[in-house]
T-cell receptor, first 117, second 114 residues
Framework: AQKVTQAQTEISVVEKEDVTLDCVYETRDTTYYLFWYKQPPSGELVFLIRRNSFDEQNEISGRYSWNFQKSTSSFNFTITASQVVDSAVYFC??????????????FGEGTQLTVNP | DAGITQSPRHKVTETGTPVTLRCHQTENHRYMYWYRQDPGHGLRLIHYSYGVKDTDKGEVSDGYSVSRSKTEDFLLTLESATSSQTSVYFCAIANYRGPNEKLFFGSGTQLSVL
């Protein structure tokens, strides 16, 4: 069975602060994929990143960065110099081996980020 | 943006009535999924499909059935709606052909069962 835990239900920061959203996962698959999605107040789900289990390189995209550590089963997401437009619910998700699980995507419960001006 | 259309976008129905939600894609993607989103639970997988007439259950499949008679359409049916099925329902599609494969989501259907 797969499980994703996002322990932070809500985070509130002031604009320009850095903020890290935690994600811890459990899986028995040796090959798996990790995702982050953003859900702004409008409700749509926006893809942010996909990371393969065999690629532990951290990734940076503008103000966003992701820290993948297999040793601690974590895939944390950091927003640098946060902006009001970053206010949203952020979901971490895990997909197991495509051949064995048909690429089911298991989501965490989400972290509500509020960035105040 | 991926071509996914969910219909209806909003529906109010009464307990005990059947309800069908439709997901239509124009991307010719193989995999299609139905999720429900509820406060405190994130998104939970109801059913998914890995091809025409090939479907499987997710973690919260009780009370739901699905059908996929052609690539572009994936239908979710609540045979006899209950209040616990009030939720936002999302359809997603994927193809998994490349290293940057991802799921594309529809805009969601808000279902209220009174």
């Amino acid at each position: 069975a797969q499980k994703v835990t996002q322990a932070q239900t809500e985070i509130s920061v002031v604009e320009k602060e850095d903020v890290t959203l935690d994600c811890v996962y459990e899986t028995r698959d040796t090959t798996y994929y990790l995702f982050w999605y953003k859900q702004p107040p409008s409700g749509e789900l926006v893809f942010l990143i996909r990371r393969n289990s065999f690629d532990e390189q951290n990734e940076i995209s503008g103000r966003y960065s992701w820290n993948f550590q297999k040793s601690t089963s974590s895939f944390n997401f950091t927003i640098t110099a946060s902006q009001v437009v970053d206010s949203a619910v952020y979901f971490c998700a895990l997909s197991g081996n495509k051949e064995t699980s048909g690429s089911r995507l298991t989501f965490g419960e989400g972290t509500q980020l509020t960035v105040n001006p | 943006d991926a071509g996914i259309t969910q219909s209806p976008r909003h529906k109010v129905t009464e307990t005990g009535t059947p309800v069908t939600l439709r997901c239509h894609q124009t991307e010719n993607h193989r995999y299609m999924y139905w999720y429900r989103q509820d406060p405190g639970h994130g998104l939970r997988l109801i059913h998914y499909s890995y091809g025409v007439k090939d479907t499987d259950k997710g973690e919260v499949s009780d009370g739901y059935s699905v059908s996929r008679s052609k690539t572009e359409d994936f239908l979710l049916t609540l045979e006899s709606a209950t209040s616990s099925q009030t939720s936002v329902y999302f359809c997603a599609i994927a193809n998994y052909r490349g290293p940057n494969e991802k799921l594309f989501f529809g805009s969601g259907t808000q279902l209220s069962v009174l």
